[in-house]
């Protein structure tokens, strides 16, 4: 399994930003998948999960209301609606997948990694 997320760039604070992570593999519709970000010096953190068929999602309380997890089983991609980003949401962006279809915020349950987007907000 492969991932390739990419929609990064740079932006102002207020902008939006749309993420889009490829998926390639047989099984990407029983996949649950999440993303994931690290900005330097800091810990990576799942800022959002989807389940396997798009009917369960979590957020990080740090981007409720802004940022949006979907996902098309159809085209095996996921994505991530940022909106009203702020300079703290800068950072690189991981798409990630799990073996299970399960909603999990943990990094240590997911098995597949993408190589990142780079996501820099100015004030």
């Known amino acids: 399994v492969q991932l390739q997320a990419s929609g990064g760039g740079l932006v102002q604070a207020g902008d939006s930003l749309r993420l889009s992570c490829v998926v390639s593999?047989?099984?990407?519709?029983?996949?649950?998948m999440g993303w994931f970000r690290q900005a330097p010096g800091q810990e990576r953190e799942c800022v959002a999960a989807?389940?396997?068929?798009?009917?369960?999602?979590s957020y990080a309380d740090s981007v409720k209301g802004r940022f949006e997890i979907s996902r098309d089983n159809a085209k095996n991609t996921m994505f991530l609606q940022m909106n009203s980003l702020k300079p703290n949401d800068s950072a690189v962006y991981y798409c990630?997948?799990?073996?299970?279809?399960?909603?999990?915020?943990?990094?240590?349950?997911?098995?597949?990694w993408g190589q990142g987007t780079l996501v820099t907000v100015s004030s």
């Open positions: 593999g047989p099984t990407f519709s029983n996949n649950a």
């Open positions: 990630a997948g799990r073996r299970y279809g399960f909603v999990s915020m943990r990094s240590s349950e997911y098995d597949y």
């Open positions: 989807i389940s396997w068929s798009g009917t369960s999602t």
